[in-house]
């Protein structure tokens, strides 16, 4: 029984990673409407990080250290500043590029 269970488990990791790697590809494959393509998911994700790590960001807005704000701040900055930039992304992407005089 411990046999078929692993056996499932390892057909269902292997759905999973074939399944995000056709994803994957098929996102590769499609061309952007944006001539200068930029990333900026990642640009924000990186900079949210380093800033993160460099400094104490709950202390720069002095957030008391009472039932563990400080990492709770820190987390909602990460995830704002992840926010942020996707919806950069999304505009960089969208109405930018359709009014872009280099686009096609």
Same mark, same amino acid.
């Given at each position: ?6 056996? &499932? =488990?390892?057909?269902? +990791?292997?759905?999973?990673? %074939? ?13 952007? /409407? ?11 994700? +990186?900079? =949210?990080?380093? #800033?993160? $790590? ?6 720069? #807005?002095?957030?008391? $250290?009472?039932? !563990? ?6 987390? &909602?900055?990460?995830?704002?500043? /992840? %926010? !942020?930039?996707?919806? %950069?992304?999304? %505009?960089?992407? !969208?109405?930018?590029? /359709? =009014? ?5």
């Amino acid at each position: 029984m411990k046999v078929i269970a692993s056996l &499932l =488990v390892l057909l269902l +990791s292997c759905s999973a990673v %074939v399944s995000a790697a056709s994803a994957h590809r098929k996102l590769q494959q499609t061309p952007s /409407t944006n001539p200068f393509p930029l990333d900026f998911n990642k640009a924000g994700a +990186s900079f =949210v990080s380093e #800033f993160t $790590d460099e400094y104490n960001v709950a202390k720069m #807005f002095q957030i008391p $250290d009472t039932y !563990g704000y400080q990492d709770l701040f820190e987390e &909602l900055f990460k995830l704002f500043g /992840t %926010v !942020g930039s996707a919806g %950069v992304q999304r %505009v960089y992407d !969208g109405p930018l590029a /359709t =009014v872009s005089p280099l686009a096609g």
